[in-house]
Each structure stands twice: as structure tokens, then as C-alpha cells.
Nanobody, 119 residues
């Protein structure tokens, strides 16, 4: 079982920056992968960035070069640094964690944090 709590959302002007943080209730070194999704009104939830336990990262094309995902195993946190924000980045951002145990992969979700980018 993993509880995830996000923080750091808010309102920012286009071109600005925000840093989202996700704190896990257990050591993240045992978690296979962690990531950030987002969901805008009327749209499907989409993967923004993901980082594996080995540190490999992947980003959706629209955020490459602007967003950076990182993890701190000592603090059990995964952060998403978002720079050069655009109005189309406006969404609720969700942290997720994939835990493999006894050959069963389970995905856990945080409650979400709102990011609003004004033009």
C-alpha cells in the first residue's frame, strides 16, 4: 500500500514556473516507477513524465525541454519542475506510483493538485 500526497500547484502566468512535489508513505526505492499525469477539463488523463527506480526518465513530447522529473529516495519524494508554462498546461496534476509485489503490479494515485496557467 502506498499513500501519495501532492503539493505545489497554483496559479501562474504564462512563461512562469511551478514545482510540484509528491511525498510517498513508504520508501520509494522499493517502487518500480513513479510519475505525473494530468487531466484537463473534458479531456482524458495523460502521462506527463515518468521516472523508474533506476532513474530513467520519459516525457510526453509537449513538455520535453520544459519539465523535469526527479526523485529523492532519502525523502521519499518525486518532484516535477515545470518551466516556461503555457495555458495548455492547465490541468489537475496527479502523482502515481507503480508497485510490483508477488507478481502483481498495482498503481496508486494521489488526490491531485490544480495547476492553472493564465495567458
Amino acid at each position: 500500500q502506498v499513500q501519495l500526497v501532492e503539493s505545489g500547484g497554483g496559479l501562474v502566468q504564462a512563461g512562469g514556473s511551478l514545482r510540484l512535489s509528491c511525498v510517498a508513505s513508504r520508501t520509494i526505492s522499493s517502487i518500480n516507477a513513479m510519475g505525473w499525469y494530468r487531466q484537463a477539463p473534458g479531456k482524458q488523463r495523460e502521462l506527463v513524465a515518468i521516472i523508474t527506480s533506476g532513474g530513467t526518465t520519459n516525457y510526453r513530447d509537449s513538455v520535453k525541454g520544459r519539465f523535469t522529473i526527479s526523485r529523492d529516495n532519502a525523502k521519499n519524494t518525486v518532484d516535477l519542475q515545470m518551466n516556461s508554462l503555457k495555458p495548455e498546461d492547465t490541468a489537475v496534476y496527479y502523482c502515481c506510483a507503480d508497485l510490483l509485489k508477488s507478481m502483481i503490479l498495482t498503481r496508486y494515485w494521489g488526490q491531485g493538485t490544480q495547476v492553472t496557467v493564465s495567458s
